[in-house]
């Protein structure tokens, strides 16, 4: 690493609640990969993406916050540039010295970003030696500098990607058994693969949230104002059809906080999903519910969980998240591996300070359900690993810097054509953390 220049992907797509951070896990994530490479002799030119900007400047949407962020936590300054690109970025990157770090302003205010534009990444290329893509959170997406510039340079996963790929393989792969998944937030639509791809591995799925009453709906209950997809019942019940005939247990919620509106100060209580009422909104699973899921996960070796059981947000409806987060806790310390993704569900267990009990946290939401349903991820596929599934994928462009010697030359030749197409693997998974309301 000594002198290399080092162009690095980061995911710092952190939630911002009136400019300030709300959740810096993603930056924490991202430390050690960039302390190696500081402390390995290089120069690192750090890219992320902020939010969905959608090609334009957007002041909200600025990076300075996630490297003020940084620069607390490695106690190195982290200047940012005003622009991922432009005079004044050239200038920056030509002056850093070894052991110097840069943050490109939010690379998405470029429209050539989230196309994958040849052109654009070869300018963020050009600010770089090698590529190391860390971006773990952003590696379903196919853009410009998750995919594009490897294209252009040599190029490694760093050590977030790394954790992240084996916590998640050894889960799909070799579990402890039983092994339970617990699925909550807003929607089904978006889950539907990763929940037939996890019916596939696990012995028992807990449902929550908001897609838990498309689940009740399928199963023959009506849900009254509670946010469930119409549309995605069929599918629902599809996914329960397949449980049993696997011997798949599920356990839908079999009680529920119900309230007037979905509001903070609203009326609310609890019922039976036997009998919701028509005019009130599901917003908690309710506490028979809760003493069922604690007694389900009791001889439970492996847990994933993903995604808010409740209407989160609002502290009286966000009981059961708090109480699945405890019973986490208690399974890790008994033993349990237990790996939690979503920023909802990981926000929970941070606010009752147990986060670090855990197996894993994955700073992926789209990304760690888009690799849980055994779908190549774009942002690792072009970055080959020796021993990897990636190994046999299609390879952009490889050229491993010899120990002791120089970064191999930057490809002269001919323009290579991206060969993953922007948005082929982009859905709009609007999230995977999204409230219920
Ligand atoms: C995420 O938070 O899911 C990633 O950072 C990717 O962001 P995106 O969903 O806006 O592409
Ligand atoms: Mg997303």
């Known amino acids: 690493m000594q002198g290399q220049r080092v162009l690095l992907r980061v995911d710092f797509n952190v939630p911002l609640s009136?400019?300030?951070?709300?959740?810096?896990?993603?930056?924490?994530?991202?430390?050690?990969?960039?302390?190696?490479?500081?402390?390995?002799?290089?120069?690192v030119v750090i890219m992320s993406h902020l939010g969905r900007p959608d090609g334009r400047v957007v002041d909200g949407l600025r990076l300075r916050p996630a490297a003020e962020r940084l620069t607390q936590l490695i106690r190195v300054n982290v200047p940012t540039t005003g622009d991922a690109l432009g005079v004044g970025t050239d200038d920056a990157v030509r002056r850093l010295r070894p052991g110097e770090l840069l943050l490109l302003e939010n690379v998405r205010f470029h429209a050539g970003e989230e196309r994958n534009d040849p052109a654009f990444a070869e300018r963020l290329a050009s600010y770089g030696d090698v590529f190391v893509n860390d971006a773990f959170g952003a590696a379903h997406r196919a853009h410009a500098s998750t995919v594009g510039v490897a294209a252009y340079l040599p190029s490694y996963v760093g050590l977030l990607m790394e954790q992240e790929v084996e916590a998640l393989s050894n889960l799909l792969e070799k579990p402890a058994r039983p092994f339970a998944a617990i699925v909550g937030g807003g929607k089904v639509s978006g889950k539907v693969a990763v929940l037939e791809a996890l019916i596939k591995k696990v012995d028992l799925l807990i449902l929550g949230g908001g897609v838990a009453n498309t689940f009740l709906v399928a199963s023959g209950r009506s849900v009254g104002k509670s946010l469930y997809e119409s549309k995605m019942v069929d599918d629902a019940r599809r996914i329960l059809k397949l449980a049993q005939d696997r011997g798949v247990r599920v356990l839908l919620p079999v009680d529920g906080v119900v309230a007037k509106e979905v509001t903070r100060g609203t009326e609310f209580k609890v019922v039976s999903t036997d009998k919701l009422p028509a005019s009130w909104h599901m917003v908690d699973l309710g506490p028979a519910s809760i003493t069922a899921i604690r007694e389900a996960l009791a001889p439970i070796k492996t847990i994933l969980w993903n995604g808010p059981l409740g209407v989160f947000e609002i502290p009286s409806f966000?009981?059961?998240?708090?109480?699945?987060?405890?019973?986490?806790?208690?399974?890790?310390?008994?033993?349990?591996?237990?790996?939690?993704?979503?920023?909802?569900?990981?926000?929970?267990?941070?606010q009752l300070g147990i986060a670090e009990k855990m197996t894993h946290l994955s700073t992926g939401g789209g990304a760690s359900l888009e690799f849980l349903e055994g779908r190549d991820l774009p942002g690792l596929a072009v970055v080959p690993t020796a021993g990897?599934?990636?190994?046999?994928?299609?390879?952009?462009?490889?050229?491993?810097?010899?120990?002791?010697?120089?970064?191999?030359?930057?490809r002269a030749a001919a323009k290579p054509k991206p060969i993953i197409k922007p948005s082929a693997l982009d859905d709009e998974d609007d999230d995977e953390s999204d409230p219920l309301a």
């Open 18 to 43: 009136d400019g300030k951070i709300v959740d810096d896990s993603r930056i924490r994530a991202a430390v050690p990969t960039i302390k190696a490479l500081l402390d390995g002799g290089a120069s």
């Open 318 to 350: 966000a009981v059961a998240t708090r109480e699945l987060a405890k019973v986490a806790a208690e399974k890790a310390d008994a033993g349990a591996t237990v790996v939690v993704g979503g920023g909802d569900s990981i926000a929970a267990l941070r």
């Open 388 to 410: 990897s599934p990636y190994e046999t994928l299609p390879i952009v462009y490889v050229a491993p810097v010899k120990p002791g010697g120089k970064a191999a030359p930057r």
